[in-house]
């Protein structure tokens, strides 16, 4: 993982068509402002994995406590 510290305005380029700008701080709070290409999907983690866990089929309990019993 790379760690960059920016400033207010500050930009971040990712593969030549993705740029990440540091919009405001406020406090602990970082706004960030991305700049991609409409194919490419740019979700906030907790609404990816949301999203991930209603399109995964559900699972029997017995399957998931089976995949728990260490091997």
């Given at each position: ?16 068509c ?10 602990s ?25 209603q ?17």
């Open positions: 993982m790379l760690v960059l510290t920016r400033k207010i305005g500050e930009e971040i380029i990712i593969g030549g993705i740029r990440v700008k540091v919009a405001d701080i406020r406090g709070r970082v706004r960030i402002a991305i700049d991609a290409p409409r194919e490419l999907s740019v979700q906030r983690q907790e609404i990816a994995i949301e999203l991930q866990s399109t995964q089929p559900a699972r029997r309990p017995v399957e998931r406590e089976l995949e728990a019993i260490p091997v």
